[in-house]
Each structure stands twice: as C-alpha cells, then as structure tokens.
T-cell receptor, first 116, second 112 residues
Framework: GAVVSQHPSWVICKSGTSVKIECRSLDFQATTMFWYRQFPKQSLMLMATSNEGSKATYEQGVEKDKFLINHASLTLSTLTVTSAHPEDSSFYIC????????????FGPGTRLTVL | SQKIEQNSEALNIQEGKTATLTCNYTNYSPAYLQWYRQDPGRGPVFLLLIRENEKEKRKERLKVTFDTTLKQSLFHITASQPADSATYLCALDSNSGYALNFGKGTSLLVTP
C-alpha cells in the first residue's frame, strides 16, 4: 500500500505556457501533500505544503502566483506552473502523508519538466 | 541556519562489504530522522525512520544509528549488493509541519 502517482511523468513545453502536474494517493487518504523541486545533483527543496480544503503554504522564495497549488480532495493535489520559463525546468516531486498515519511520507515518481 | 550534510563524494565499495553513510546536522532538534533511497529520475523511497529517543534501528540488511549529542546519523548497508547502488538521502522534519528537509544525498556504487 501507500502508493503515490504523478502525471505526467515528463513534459516539454514552450516558454510562456502553463503546465499542470497531478499528484494522487492511490490507496490512502492524504490530508497533507507536499511539493518539492530537485535540480540536477541537488537535494529536494520543499516548495509548498498542500492541505486539503485550504490554501497551500509556500516556502520563502517560492512565488505562489507562479506555482498554483490546489488540493481538491483527500487523494489529489495539483501543481500548475504558470507562464513557465526555462529556469523552471526541473524535477518536480510530490509526497503525501497518510491521514492519521506514521510520520513517514510517500513520494511520487516525479515529473520532469523541460521548458524550451 | 539549519544544515544537513552528507558525504559529498560518491562511495564506491565492493559487493559483500558494509557501506556506511554519514548524515550530520546543525541547528536542528529533530523529533526523528529518516533515510530514503533515490534512483536516477525517480522519487525517493522511504527506508527507515529513527526517533530521537532511539539509538539504533534495523531493517533486514539496513541499520541506522542516531546520536543527538553528536547530531549525527549513520546508515549502514551490510552484505552490500550491486542492486544497492543508488543515492541515499537523509531527511529531518522541518519547521513547516510534517514537511522534510533533505541532505544532498550520497551516491553509493557497489561493484561486483
């Protein structure tokens, strides 16, 4: 159990377009999901915390108007990169914490975004 | 500022040997520490969690120690196999609820 999926697994888009990435917990309910970004050879950096039914909490330096997060249900959170630019190219990974579960997080397989 | 430091250089060991990876942290008082495995182009996979009141934890060929005085965790893989080759990440709870702060990871290569 505790499977998290992401869609798409990779996407290539033109500069200025918007891209939506979905994160789903397949076999458990997740009141909290997290979005991370990872550049090559770097660590995962937390972007925002997504809580079901409320606004996301963004980390310092992350533009909330650029990275729109919606946690519409207990199994789905979406990250929309608006007006993407080449510097937004990165590996985006979500994770989910099982409601009422242990302190572990379950990570999705990641989405590789390339902005041309 | 808070820092999590892991061996920056890749660790190359021979199959069958024990791999030991280090995680040091500063300006943290973590309730727990976690280790994850990450393969290229994939998301991290949870391996072990050790709490502040635990000194050691084992799971199959894995062993983690946690010294809150030294602010250090050691991660051991015994009888290592080529399939253990991956990047191993140390993570601590952040100030943002249950979100995690990660180290940069240590790349392990196990050769036959």
């Amino acid at each position: 159990g505790a499977v998290v999926s992401q869609h798409p697994s990779w996407v290539i888009c033109k500069s200025g377009t918007s891209v939506k990435i979905e994160c789903r917990s397949l076999d458990f309910q997740a009141t909290t999901m997290f979005w991370y970004r990872q550049f090559p050879k770097q660590s995962l950096m937390l972007m925002a915390t997504s809580n079901e039914g409320s606004k996301a909490t963004y980390e310092q330096g992350v533009e909330k108007d650029k990275f729109l997060i919606n946690h519409a249900s207990l199994t789905l959170s979406t990250l929309t990169v608006t007006s993407a630019h080449p510097e937004d190219s990165s590996f985006y990974i979500c994770s989910a914490r099982r409601a009422g579960g242990p302190d572990t997080q379950y990570f999705g397989p990641g989405t590789r975004l390339t902005v041309l | 500022s808070q820092k999590i430091e892991q061996n920056s250089e890749a660790l190359n060991i021979q199959e069958g040997k024990t791999a030991t990876l280090t995680c040091n942290y500063t300006n943290y008082s973590p309730a727990y520490l976690q280790w994850y495995r990450q393969d290229p182009g994939r998301g991290p996979v949870f391996l072990l969690l050790i709490r502040e009141n635990e000194k050691e934890k084992r799971k199959e060929r894995l062993k983690v120690t946690f010294d809150t005085t030294l602010k250090q965790s050691l991660f051991h893989i015994t009888a290592s196999q080529p399939a253990d080759s991956a990047t191993y990440l140390c993570a601590l709870d952040s100030n943002s609820g249950y979100a995690l702060n990660f180290g940069k990871g240590t790349s392990l290569l196990v050769t036959p």
